[in-house]
C-alpha cells in the first residue's frame, strides 16, 4: 500500500522575506500616500474631479512610482515563491497601514479593529508556518524546459 508522501517543506529563503517585507512596505506606503492625495480633494468631489485633483498633486506621481515598485517586486516575489503562501502574508499591510494611519493621520483604532488585526496576524502566523511547494514547481519548470 502507496503511503502519501507528507507536503514538501523547504526553508523559505531570505530573498522571499525580504520581498515579503518590502511588498508590506510599499503597500503602507501607498495607501498613505493614497489617502494624502484626498484628503486635499473637497468632500462633494465627483469622481472625475477626485481624479483631476488627485493627479494634479506632485503626490501623484510619488503614488505611480511606489505601485511600479510594488509590481515589480511582486513578479519577482512571485517567481521565487508560491502564492498561496505569499499572498496571505502580505495581510500583515492591514496591521502597518492601521498603526501608520494612527500616527500619520490622527484615525482612531479601538478596541476592536486592534482584536481583529490580531486575528490577521494569528492567520499569518498559522500561515507562516505551513508548508510550501515552491521547491518542487521549481523542479517541475526546470524538467519541462
Known amino acids: 500500500m502507496d503511503v502519501p508522501s507528507p507536503p514538501l517543506r523547504v526553508r523559505v529563503p531570505p530573498v522571499v522575506w525580504i520581498g515579503l517585507g ?16 484626498v484628503l486635499r480633494v473637497p468632500p462633494e ?37 508560491d502564492l498561496s503562501y505569499i499572498q496571505p502574508i502580505t495581510a500583515l499591510s492591514y496591521v502597518t497601514v492601521a498603526a501608520s494611519s494612527a500616527l500619520v493621520f490622527g484615525e482612531e483604532v479601538g478596541l476592536v ?3 481583529g488585526l490580531a486575528l490577521v496576524l494569528a492567520g499569518v502566523w498559522l ?10 514547481a521549481d523542479a517541475l519548470a526546470g524538467a519541462s524546459s
Not at 22 to 37: C, F, P
Open 22 to 37: 518590502a511588498v508590506i512596505l510599499l503597500d503602507t506606503a501607498v495607501q498613505l500616500v493614497w489617502k494624502s492625495l
Open 113 to 115: 479593529r486592534i482584536a
Open 45 to 81: 468631489a465627483g469622481l472625475g474631479e477626485t481624479f483631476v485633483v488627485a493627479a494634479g498633486q506632485p503626490g501623484f506621481w510619488l503614488l505611480v512610482g511606489l505601485f511600479g515598485a510594488m509590481a515589480c517586486n511582486w513578479l519577482l516575489l512571485l517567481a521565487k515563491a
Open 127 to 136: 500561515i507562516s508556518g505551513t508548508g510550501h511547494r515552491t521547491a518542487k
